[in-house]
Nanobody
Framework: QVQLVESGGGLVQAGGSLRLSCAAS????????MVWYRQAPGKQRDLVAR???????NYADSVKGRFTISRDNAKKMVYLQMNSLKPEDTAVYYC??????????WGQGTQVTVSS
């Protein structure tokens, strides 16, 4: 059984920083893409950042220049460094992994709240 556990969320003032971590465990075929999504109340879940096995990254326009995604393949972990946080970044953040057989696994989410 595959399990993803996020950590690092919390309450921070606007302009502050947080670092989210996500640890994958269990039997996973070779991990291909690792992603962070977020969902604000009443809104759909949107992609924040993704990173391929080769280290190529993509970001939502709203976070470019402020957020950085990284991964540690040996530890099966993915990180999201979030700087210059804004109130509109408030959401539940979910990590996900997609293996080479295209199976997708999700964590249960971690709340990030940015106060103005």
């Amino acid at each position: 059984q595959v399990q993803l556990v996020e950590s690092g969320g919390g309450l921070v003032q606007a302009g502050g920083s947080l670092r989210l971590s996500c640890a994958a465990s269990g039997t996973i075929f070779s991990i291909n893409v690792m992603v962070w999504y977020r969902q604000a109340p009443g809104k759909q879940r949107d992609l924040v950042a993704r990173i391929t096995n080769g280290g190529r990254t993509n970001y939502a326009d709203s976070v470019k220049g402020r957020f950085t995604i990284s991964r540690d393949n040996a530890k099966k972990m993915v990180y999201l460094q979030m700087n210059s946080l804004k109130p509109e970044d408030t959401a539940v953040y979910y990590c996900g992994v997609i293996d080479e057989t295209s199976n997708t696994y999700w964590g249960q989410g971690t709340q990030v709240t940015v106060s103005s």
